[in-house]
Every structure is written in C-alpha cells, then in structure tokens.
C-alpha cells in the first residue's frame, strides 16, 4: 500500500482543511496550521509534501499577522494603518509563504485563488514552486498539488 | 372702495400656485437664503451642496457656486467646479468637432461628474451635440434634453428644447420615450393653461368666476408638472455595471463589495459546495460529501439572510444611485437562485432525486453569476501610464497662464517601456498629476534658475506578487512641503485635492528626498493592474462552466 503524502493546510479558518480531508484525503494525509508560527512548528515537526494556502487572513489578530503595521503603513499608505493592516490581512497568505521559504521551506505551494497571471508570475520568481486554481475545485486543487514545478502551466 | 369677493379669491389662488410653484419670486428668496447661509455657515452650504451633488439634484450646480468662495469650502468647490467644466466644455467640443465614436468622446464625462455638478447651463449645448454628433446619440441626448428643462424650465430656449426632444427618434429606448412623452405633455399642458394669465394685465375683461376657474386649473396643471419633474427626476438607482460606468468614484467601493460578495459567500459557500454537489448530481456522493454540501448550503447563517446582508452593504455604501433589487437583472437572478436554494432544504431531505436538478441550476445560476461579477471587477477603469500620458499633462499644465509664465531649463519625463496600467480613472489621474506638475513647475518659479522638472516612473515587486507603480514629480525648489501637510490638506494649490482623490483608489503620496539633481519628489503609489483581467479570469470562467455542465 502506498503512504499518504503529507498536506500542510495554513488558513485563518477551517474550511481549506475541511475540504481537503473530504476531497483529498485518500491520497494526502492532512495537518492544519492557522499562522506563519504554527505552521513552521508543524513543518519542522512533520514535514510536508506539499502546501495548501489560504491567501486572506482576515480573522487573525495583527498579532499574529506576518508584517508589519506601521511599517507598511508608512511604505505604502501614506500612514494610514487601518489601511494597512487590511493590506496584511487580505495578502497574508503570499507573506506567510515568505516566511516558510525564508526559513527553507521550498514544498510546492498552492492557492485556492484567480490571480492574474502576472502576479502567479511575480509569486514563482519570489517563491518558487507555486501554483494556484481559481475555485474550490477538488480535480483542479488534486492535480496542481501533483504538478511538479516545470509542469506549472 | 369695495372689495370684492371674488378677486379677493383670485388673488389667493394666484398667490397659492406661485409659491406652491417656487416661482421667480420664490428662486430669489432661496437664492438670498442660500447665499445669507453660505457667508454665515460655508461650511454648512457646503455640506448642503454635497448632498444635493449626491443625490444628483440638479440644483447641485447652484448650491456649489453659493458656497462662500473665500472660504476653504468655497475655494475648493469652486477649483473643482471649474476643473469639471473645462471637461465638460472639452466632452461639448469633440462631439461638435465630428469624432468618430460618440463613446470616446463621452469617455470623460464619468470623470467630470465625478469631480463636481454640471453647470445647468450645459445641458443643452450637451443634448445637440450628442443629437448632431454622426452617428448621433439620441437616447442620451434625450436625457440631457430633460435635464436641460427640469433645471430650468422657465428658460427662454426650453420650447425650443421641447420641440426637438419630440423630434427625437427614441424606437431604440422605449422607456427614454415615455419619459420624454410625458415631460412634453406636462410642457403643452401648462403652455395650456398655466400661463394664462396669472399677471394683472392678462386678466384685465376677464370675467371674474373664469379667472377663478382658470387660476385653479393652472394650480393644478403646475402641481402635476411639479409632480412629473419630481418623479422623473427622482434619483434611480441603476444596475451596478452601469452604476460602475457613471460613477467611477464608485469602483473602490464595488471592489472591495464585490470581493467581499465573491468571497465570503459565493466563494466559501456557494463555490466550495461545486464537488459535493456534483456527486450527487452523478449519484456517487458519500454521506460525508452530503453533510458537506449540506453545511454549507443549509448550516450556519441562513443564505438569504447572507445574501441579504451582502445587499444591504452595497445599498449602504453606494446609496440610491445603485438599486440591485429591481434594476440589476443579475442581482434579480442570483436572488431568486438563493431562495430557491433555500427553498429546497425540505426537498432535499425528503426526496433527493427530485430536488437535486434544481439545486444544481440554482448552484450553476450562482457559478455563472460569480464569473460575471469577477468580469465586472476586472473591467473597472484602468489607466496606462506612459510617457504619451506624462507629456499630456506637462504640456497642458505648461499651456496654462501662471504655469506657462515659468520658463523651464529642463524638462525631463521618461516611463517604463513596458505597458503599466493602474487601476485609476484616467481622468482622476490626470487631474492629481496636473496638481503635482503644476505645484512643481510654480515652486521652481518662485526661485533662480535653473529651473527644472522631472517626472518619472518606477515599478517594484511585493511579497505579495503585487507590483506597486510609484510615479515621482520632482523638483528643483528648495520650498519644503511634507506628506502630513499634504494630507491634511493644509498645503494649498490643489495638494489637498490631489489627497482625497488618491484616497479612493488606494493609493498614497508621499514625500521624498531630493538625489543631488532635485531638491525634492512628491511621489504617488498605486497598485499596479496586472495582467488583461478578462483573460486572468478565464481559469476560474471554464471551472465553473465545468461545474455548471
């Protein structure tokens, strides 16, 4: 019988993981982590084969956020920090991916997200195996967690 | 002398319709009213004058320039005002000069009625151009037209105006007709009746009781035209695409709904039931798949009561220019996809096989909706910048009087050679430049030579993925200016304009340091538009037409 590989799920809530244990749980074994923190601590416990990411985190505290307020805000907005801590939430999965690679991290990272071509682009340069679907769509999710990088459309 | 009765009557019903009517008399009072408000409380006329601009009044125009014009309110309604009316003139002046697509040449006016109300006086010369532009645009002439006699209709052109609207071939727009129809019915009737003579020298040999009689008709025929004009223009709400057209003031708004909308529920709810749904579409679902679907359609907050809420925050937020409920046939559709949805919880349970057709329309109705709503998203208003754009705006700024009176030793502007779009009304941006560009070219006026300008862009990556479009206008006048200023609006000279504006699209200003060529860089920040949206979408387009199939 062939072992499971192992999916790291990272989002605010619970839904990814409880899609992932419905849809790909006969061929992934699935762990949840809902920060940057914890889901080092599990990588580093674990392991993981490959990574499901939630990009909008906005039911973290900016505690527990990658990235800082002020500091953004004043890069980016003009000092506006409500803006700003928006900014964090709304993108922290892409920041939290940052922080695993930073930490050696290099497992293939996909989002459940349409994002323009450009930026999937931008993100692969940054962080390299990455890919992401548009929609909750287990065949899709199934297939670009399995895609190796060079295969990336 | 003797009174009479009678006269005495006429004399009260004339008195009746004329100040029921708001006629000349009762313009003046409100006009010395208004302007006795506006020096007393500008900030209060102003206030006044931004709600009637919101709520499309065509009084808007008139309440901006009452606003007292020494005051910090006043300057800026009046900088803005006068800023819109030179696009306004410019939108006039194309469509005369004969430009091909009446489209292009219209494509300002949403950026215009963005920044302040039109000057009534407009309306009209607007109406003929877009009815003698080739092709001609008769629907919206017509709009104009009824504009044009709404804000005045004691005007000396409005039976000429009367006269073409009729004119007008309105086949295309059943509804523009009818509107059309009634304000010249209501015009006719009052020509009618309503003029008869309400002055003492008309009324002269008339007998008294048909006097009587006559002035009670002309208070009613002006009562029905005051009722008329109020309802047909009683602010609408529209679709919310057409709404995202008109009002570009209005895309930070519906992005951020719109996502919101997509996200929360028509992502995490509707979106993430597709694969339950589709095996039990095929038969095949698992009890674990069925609580799943069922959790997310049924569990938690009701849908409706979702959906609802989704409703009442884009009311909230973009008020009664946008009317989802009844105007929005997608909204319609996506509703009725919800309650049916909702509906079939008892069906589902009770008998699966006759209930799971419809779920699946109703879910594949949600799926095309959410498709349509990530189209609209993409398409609201990108602006390329480029050196075309920057040469633009210099020049223009440089064509102006006190600007052009500064002679430059160097101009320097230089973009990108790659497109890079941003997601700001072209207009909006033009202005914020124009006030940037301007400032500049003024302050390095004020001190020796040499005096030089550059404008210039840079693109950076994120760690996001996100690319931000910052361009600088830099300087050689040692005058400081800083960022707090700037956005506090103390700093004049359209500084704090150019900050509200940049607010609505997420952007920021910022002041940075001089490099040793220039002294200082006022620099804007945008998000840069990535990609062509409508072809970004298409992964996410053809997994929900699988999913509908």
């Not at chain 2, 709009?143 to 006269?163: G, I, N, W």
């Amino acid at each position: 019988m062939t072992e499971k590989r192992r999916l790291l799920v990272i989002e605010d809530g619970h839904e990814y993981a409880e899609f992932a244990r419905l849809f790909l749980g006969d061929v992934y074994e699935i762990e949840a982590a809902h920060s940057a923190d914890s889901a080092l601590a599990l990588l580093d416990a674990h392991g993981a084969d490959v990574l499901l990411v939630d990009l909008r985190f906005d039911r973290v505290a900016p505690e527990g956020l990658v990235g800082d307020v002020d500091e953004t805000a004043r890069r980016l907005f003009g000092g506006d920090r409500a803006r700003a801590l928006r900014h964090l939430q709304d993108q922290q999965g892409a920041l939290v991916l940052g922080a695993l690679r930073a930490k050696g991290h290099r497992q293939r990272a996909v989002f459940v997200h349409d994002f323009p071509s450009r930026r999937l682009e931008n993100l692969r340069t940054l962080y390299g195996d990455v890919d992401a679907v548009a929609s909750f769509d287990a065949a899709a999710i199934r297939a670009a967690l399995s895609r190796s990088q060079r295969a990336a459309p | 002398m003797r009174s009479n009765p009678l006269a005495a009557v006429l004399a009260l019903v004339v008195a009746l319709v004329i100040a029921s009517c708001g006629g000349p008399a009762s313009d003046a009072r409100d006009r010395d009213r208004d302007a006795t408000t506006s020096r007393t409380t500008s900030a209060a006329a102003w206030q006044r004058a931004l709600a009637l601009w919101g709520e499309r009044d065509v009084r808007a125009y008139a309440a901006w320039r009452a606003v007292d014009p020494v005051s910090p309110e006043g300057r800026e309604a009046q900088r803005r005002l006068d800023d819109a009316d030179t696009i306004y003139r410019s939108v006039i002046s194309r469509l005369r000069a004969g430009e091909a697509d009446a489209e292009a040449s219209l494509a300002a006016l949403p950026g215009a009625l963005a920044l302040a109300p039109i000057d009534p006086r407009l309306y009209l010369p607007l109406a003929r151009a877009l009815r003698d532009h080739q092709p001609p645009d008769l629907v919206r002439a017509a709009k104009y037209y009824l504009r044009f006699l709404a804000s005045d209709p004691d005007d000396a052109e409005a039976e000429a105006a009367v006269r073409e609207v009729r004119a007008l071939d309105l086949s295309s727009s059943p509804e523009t007709a009818t509107s059309v129809r009634a304000t010249v019915r209501a015009f006719d009737a009052a020509r009618r009746s309503g003029t008869l003579a309400l002055t003492p020298a008309r009324a002269e040999g008339v007998p008294p009781a048909a006097l009587v009689a006559s002035g009670i008709a002309a208070g009613l025929a002006l009562a029905a035209i005051g009722a008329l004009l109020a309802a047909l223009l009683r602010p609408r709400g529209s679709s919310l695409a057409r709404a995202s057209e008109a009002s570009p003031e209005l895309h930070p708004a519906i992005t951020y709904l719109v996502g919101c909308l997509r996200h929360e529920l028509l992502k995490h709810r509707i979106g993430a039931a597709s694969d339950a749904l589709a095996a039990l579409v095929r038969g095949e679902a698992t009890p674990q798949q069925r609580a799943f679907l069922h959790g997310r359609l049924f569990g938690g907050e009701p849908l409706l009561a979702a959906w609802e809420g989704h409703l009442r925050a884009f009311e909230r937020a973009l008020g009664p220019r946008v009317d989802l409920r009844r105007r929005d046939r997608s909204f319609r559709d996506a509703a009725r996809a919800i309650a049916a949805i909702q509906r079939l919880e008892g069906p589902l349970a009770r008998d699966p096989g006759a209930a799971v057709p419809d779920l699946a329309r109703a879910h594949a109705k949600l799926r095309a909706f959410d498709r349509e709503l990530a189209r609209l998203a993409a398409r609201l208003v990108r602006t390329r910048v480029d050196e075309i754009l920057l040469r633009e705006v210099v020049s223009e700024v440089q064509s102006e009087y006190s600007a052009g009176m500064v002679a430059l030793d160097e101009v320097r502007i230089h973009a990108p050679s790659e497109p890079v779009d941003v997601e700001v009304f072209r207009v909006d941006l033009v202005l914020v430049l124009k006030n940037l560009v301007r400032n500049a070219i003024l302050a390095v006026g004020r001190d020796p030579a040499p005096r030089r300008l550059a404008v210039d862009v840079s693109v950076d990556v994120e760690a996001t993925g996100e690319e931000m479009v910052r361009i600088h206008v830099r300087d050689t006048s040692p005058e400081t200016i800083t960022a707090d200023a700037i956005r506090e609006r103390r700093a004049d000279r359209g500084l704090g304009l150019v900050s509200a504006a940049l607010a609505r699209y997420d952007a920021a200003i910022s002041v940075e340091p001089g490099d040793g060529e220039f002294a200082k860089a006022v620099t804007l920040r945008f998000f840069r538009a990535l990609g062509d949206a409508d072809n970004d979408n298409e992964s996410a387009l053809a997994s929900a037409e699988r999913e509908a199939a």
